[in-house]
């Protein structure tokens, strides 16, 4: 089963920039959609962003993400980085990376992912 641990989260002050990672333990490219997602104690995961299956550059993002954050995946590396660039104190919370083997229509949909790693902490100050 495939395994997946997310790492470089951090403080960053407004404006900062993070690279998030998420690196799984066997190929995603061919077989799943990645998602990265965020979560607030109390609340429900939030979509983030995510690229599809059998692509690269094929990538959806949240509105609320969307020019700031770039999703991107390393085939050789079997990672998957979230770039988050202008980040704003909304942004804090934890983030995780799932696999969706699903139709791509379900791609913001946190129900449709499995495999959920230990997510990655990002604070950020104002």
């Known amino acids: 089963q495939i395994q997946l641990a997310e790492s470089g989260g951090g403080l960053v002050q407004t404006g900062g920039s993070l690279r998030l990672s998420c690196v799984t333990s066997?190929?995603?490219?061919?077989?799943?959609?990645v998602g990265w997602f965020r979560q607030l104690p109390g609340d429900e995961r939030e979509f983030v962003a995510a690229?599809?299956?059998?692509?690269?550059?094929?990538?959806y993002y949240a509105d609320s993400v969307k020019g700031r954050f770039t999703i991107s995946r390393d085939n050789a590396a079997n990672t998957i980085y979230l770039q988050m660039n202008g980040l704003k104190p909304e942004d804090a919370a934890v983030y995780y990376c799932?696999?969706?083997?699903?139709?791509?229509?379900?791609?913001?949909?946190?129900?449709?992912?499995?495999?959920w790693g230990q997510g990655t902490q990002v604070t950020v100050s104002s």
């Open positions: 066997e190929r995603t490219y061919t077989r799943y959609t």
């Open positions: 799932g696999v969706n083997s699903g139709p791509v229509s379900t791609y913001r949909n946190a129900v449709y992912y499995r495999n």
């Open positions: 690229v599809k299956r059998d692509s690269n550059s094929i990538t």
